[in-house]
């Protein structure tokens, strides 16, 4: 069983930043790859980005390529460095492994407003 926490969301003005981060509980972290997703009211979840078990392949979504990165480390943590920010990035993150019928965490909101 794989449980995910996210934290780091909140309110931040258009150009600014935040990081995300999602704790994974499971002694087996390194083997599984890691998606963010993002969802707002009435829309489809979205996925954002991916990064691979040994952190040596990541992906973005266009929306947020050359303003987002994702990493992780090895203390079974998976990070999302949100840079640029714009009012269409606000939503609701989640952290997920295994895809969509995988495992997911409970979300973080970020809304960004001047």
């Known amino acids: 069983q794989v449980q995910l926490v996210e934290s780091g969301g909140g309110l931040v003005q258009p150009g600014g930043s935040l990081r995300l981060s999602c704790a994974a509980s499971?002694?087996?972290?390194?083997?599984?790859?890691m998606n963010w997703y993002r969802q707002t009211p009435g829309q489809e979840r979205e996925w954002v980005a991916y990064i691979s078990s040994t952190g040596g392949s990541t992906n973005y979504a266009d929306s947020v390529k050359g303003r987002f990165t994702i990493s992780r480390d090895n203390a079974k943590t998976v990070y999302l460095q949100m840079n640029s920010l714009k009012p269409e990035d606000t939503a609701v993150y989640y952290c997920n492994s295994g895809g969509r019928s995988g495992y997911w965490g409970q979300g973080t909101q970020v809304t960004v407003s001047a």
């Open positions: 499971t002694f087996t972290f390194n083997i599984y790859a």
